[in-house]
Every structure is written in structure tokens, then in C-alpha cells.
């Protein structure tokens, strides 16, 4: 069966890349022309080029374009109708204490509402004042529980105080409780929030967080939530499809005891050798081949993605996901869990999948259905986001709406330096070299198929794999 591995292996290369990245342009100029995202993609371009193959810095021409354009990004950032509200919300942090201190007690809120909720229906759950006879008491816990559920943070402290000095218990276990919950700094700090939820400033702040997307939580967030796995449901069934047609075509070509199969949902083993942190662990499809009584070898491993930008954002985790599977041992077998249960896959075939650098295999690849973008972005939004919340970018922002003065674009510099030096950056730095990397590797369905059935054809066999 080595003659179909090379076979599928012809078609992977062969198949077209409707989703590759568009060169950038070749010169300064041509890139400032374009707009402030191509000469920014250019000029980060030219510096990861510099320090990975030159080990020299660019010109300074270079990083003239790169502070030019980025002022020029911050701009646009800020305009009012038109502009990046996640980037106006980051500045008006920067600017106002009280927006700084709302977004810090945002980010516990949910947290903190888990915790004053579990302690008061601790105490005040209409399942336990059930058991307790009619009265004041159990009316003003139910009031406790229900001001808890709406999210009342001020009425409730308010009336956990009222209670306590009614004294209308002489249990201290529920008055300690009481005390507890009115002391607790998760309380203090959901009544804070909600003080600071009047102020102008912060009413503001929100409203450029609501532009961004529905909040977390939030019914519209939850129906996103929904929509999205759905797509990803259909784009995993469109790729699953189209590797059962290639199998049926490998199987039909050559009667015999090897077999290829698609296995869905493959999970590495538990204990699997090396490190499992920031790498993938499960893996969307691969093909196998084995004979009857044998482990199987992956013959393609596929990751699935509704859009070619998620394959972009994925990549590194994938690359990290690889690079433990070939720590397998060489003479090991590994019983890997599955949609399609458990498959035993050999050692060996697990250490060819090693990337070559940054590289991947030939036999991994993503998928995807989508259709492609007219012109893809060679600037991805999320290196535009990490270039903006740099300090020097917020400094210059909060510089150019105190003063209605733009500050020079060498302000700017410390960004530049940062591109090469700080680890924070470093996705922003390799955006592009991701980008073509991953979308290189990236294949649709239809196109893989029509490949398969070419390449068979073309070797005397059926072309019956569409």
C-alpha cells in the first residue's frame, strides 16, 4: 500500500491553495501607498527578515514607515463613527481612574456574583425556607434571595444591614453568615462597581465595549455561541465527507489486507510523552491505514476551521501539538480515543509527524470549506489590537485627544524596538510568516477530492473519488 501513501501524498501537493496570502509588496513606497495596514505588514516583515536571516537591523527607513503608519492606524482607531471601539475603550482606561478601576472590577465581576450568590442561597434558598415557619425572618430572607438573583449588590448590603440590626434571630450561625456576606470584599467590590456604573465616563467606556460584540453571558453572546458551533458542525462534516470518499477510492484501488479508515476526534493518551501546555490534544480527522491484526499508520492528519483566519490563529498550538506526538517512541504503540473508538497507532508514524521548523508535514493539513476573501489582510486584526495596546500607542493616543495635536510619529519608536526584544510581541512579529504558513497548508474539501481523483486517474486507477 506504500504506492497510495505516495499517492495521497501527490494529491496533497498537487491540490490548489484557493486560500493562500498575497505577497506583500516589494518596496517601502508600493507598501506606504497602500494604506496603513500593507506598510505595516511590510515594514514587521522586514525586521523579522533582519534579525532571523540577516541578524541585521532594517534600514531606518524601515522603521520610519512602521512609526508612520502606526500613527497613522492610531488615527483611524479613534475615529469617532469608524474607528476600533475595543482600542477607544483601552484609551479611555489610559485617560480616566474611574474607567480604569470599573474595567479592573469587571473583569472579577463574574467571579465575585458566583460567590455572593452561593453564599446567600446558602442561607436563604427558597428550598430551605420551606422548613422555616411563616414570619418576618423568612420573608426577609426571601427578600435576601431574591435581590441576590436580580443582582441588587447595593439593595442587598443594604438590607443584610437592616436585618442584622432588627434582630429578629438569636441563631448566630446565620448571623456570622449574614455578617460574612456584608464583610465579604466580593460584595464590596460588586456595590463599587455598580457606584461606578452611574458615572458618565464609565457609561461611555461601555458603550464602546457593547460595540465590540455581545457581552459575555449575555442571550445575543449565547445565540453567537450557538451559530459558531454550528458552523464549525457543518465545516467538520463537509472535511469528514470528503476524507470517506478519498478512503472508499484508496479501498476500491487495491484489494487486500491493508485497509485506510477515517478516525474522528482522535485525544492523545493520557500520559503521553512531553509537555502538554499551550498544544493541541485532540486532533479533528486523520486517515489510517493498518492491516487486520496491525497499528495503524496516520497516512493524514487534518484540523478542521470554519475560516482561514482561525487556521492563522490556531497554527502555533498545532505546531506545539506536533512536536509532542513525535516524541512518541519509536517502537511504542499508543491507544488513542476517538468519535470512532479507540485507535492503536504505531509509534513510528507518530514521530513523522514532526514539523521541519515552522513547517508541516506534508500529510497534516488544515481544511476548510469556506469561500475565500477577495483580498485576504496581510495585517491580522489580532496584531493590529497588540500593536495598539502598546503603552507608547495609548501615550500617543491620549497625547493627540488631550491637545487635538498629533505628537511626532517617532514617539512611536519604542514600539519598533519592541517588535524584536519582547516576548509579548513575538505573535505580531512571525503575523505574516503564520499566515502564509498556515494558509499554505490549508485546502478545501472539493479541491482535495478532485486532486485524489486525478492523481488515481492519472496511475491507471478509478477516478470515482468526488
Known amino acids: ?100 478601576e470599573h474595567a479592573g472590577l469587571s473583569r472579577r465581576r463574574a467571579g465575585d456574583q458566583r460567590a455572593i450568590k452561593a453564599a446567600t442561597s446558602a442561607i436563604a434558598h427558597p428550598g430551605k425556607l420551606r422548613r422555616m415557619p411563616p414570619g418576618e425572618l423568612r420573608e426577609a430572607l426571601t427578600r435576601l434571595h431574591g435581590l441576590s438573583a436580580a443582582g441588587s449588590w447595593e439593595e442587598l448590603a443594604r438590607a443584610i444591614k437592616i436585618l442584622l440590626g432588627r434582630k429578629l434571630f438569636e441563631q448566630e450561625d446565620l448571623q456570622s453568615a449574614l455578617q460574612a456576606i456584608l464583610s465579604n470584599p466580593a460584595l464590596e467590590r460588586l456595590v463599587r462597581g455598580s457606584n461606578l456604573l452611574r458615572l458618565a465616563a464609565v457609561q461611555r467606556y461601555q458603550s464602546f465595549c457593547e460595540r465590540q460584540g455581545p457581552m459575555a453571558g449575555s442571550h445575543a ?76 499508520d496516520i497516512v493524514l492528519l487534518a484540523e478542521i476551521k470554519t475560516s482561514p483566519a482561525a487556521a492563522t490563529a490556531d497554527f502555533p498550538r498545532l505546531l506545539r501539538g506536533l512536536r509532542r506526538l513525535a516524541q512518541a517512541g519509536i517502537e511504542e504503540i499508543y491507544a488513542f480515543a476517538s468519535a470512532d473508538g479507540d485507535t492503536r497507532i504505531e509509534g513510528a508514524s507518530l514521530r513523522r509527524l514532526q514539523p521541519d521548523g515552522d513547517s508541516l508535514p506534508p500529510h497534516v493539513i488544515y481544511c476548510c470549506p469556506a469561500a475565500p476573501e477577495s483580498l485576504p489582510p496581510v495585517l491580522s486584526a489580532a496584531s493590529k489590537a497588540m500593536l495598539l495596546a502598546e503603552p507608547a500607542s495609548l501615550a500617543f493616543a491620549c497625547q493627540l485627544l488631550a491637545r487635538g495635536e498629533t505628537p511626532p510619529p517617532a514617539s512611536l519608536v519604542p514600539v519598533w524596538d519592541a517588535l524584536t526584544t519582547a516576548p509579548r510581541l513575538r505573535a505580531a512579529l512571525y503575523q505574516y510568516e503564520t499566515a502564509r504558513t498556515a494558509r499554505a497548508a490549508m485546502l478545501h474539501p472539493d479541491d482535495l477530492l ?7 486517474q492519472s496511475t491507471g486507477g478509478t477516478a470515482d473519488a468526488g
Open 450 to 456: 478532485a486532486s485524489v481523483a486525478q492523481c488515481l
Open 221 to 296: 453572546a449565547i445565540a453567537k455561541g450557538h451559530a459558531s458551533a454550528r458552523q464549525g458542525e457543518s465545516a467538520e462534516q463537509a472535511g469528514v465527507q470528503a476524507f470517506c470518499k478519498i478512503v472508499d477510492a484508496l479501498n476500491h484501488r487495491e484489494e487486500g489486507s491493508a485497509r485506510y479508515r477515517v478516525v474522528r476526534s482522535l485525544r492523545n493518551p493520557s500520559g503521553f510523552p512531553g509537555e502538554a501546555s499551550k498544544a493541541k490534544e485532540e486532533w479533528d480527522a486523520a486517515i489510517v491505514q493498518s492491516d487486520a491484526n496491525s497499528a495503524a
Open 1 to 100: 500500500m506504500q504506492h497510495l501513501d505516495a499517492l495521497l501524498l501527490a494529491a496533497l501537493r498537487a491540490a490548489p491553495r484557493r486560500y493562500r496570502m498575497p505577497p506583500l509588496p516589494a518596496d517601502a513606497d508600493t507598501a506606504a501607498a497602500n494604506g496603513a495596514g500593507v506598510a505595516l505588514a511590510f515594514a514587521i516583515e522586514a525586521a523579522r527578515i533582519g534579525m532571523e536571516e540577516r541578524h541585521l537591523p532594517p534600514p531606518a527607513s524601515v522603521q520610519a514607515l512602521f512609526t508612520r503608519a502606526l500613527a497613522q492606524l492610531i488615527h483611524e482607531a479613534l475615529a469617532p463613527e469608524r474607528g476600533d471601539p475595543a482600542f477607544q475603550a483601552l484609551v479611555m482606561q489610559a485617560q480616566d481612574a474611574a474607567v480604569h
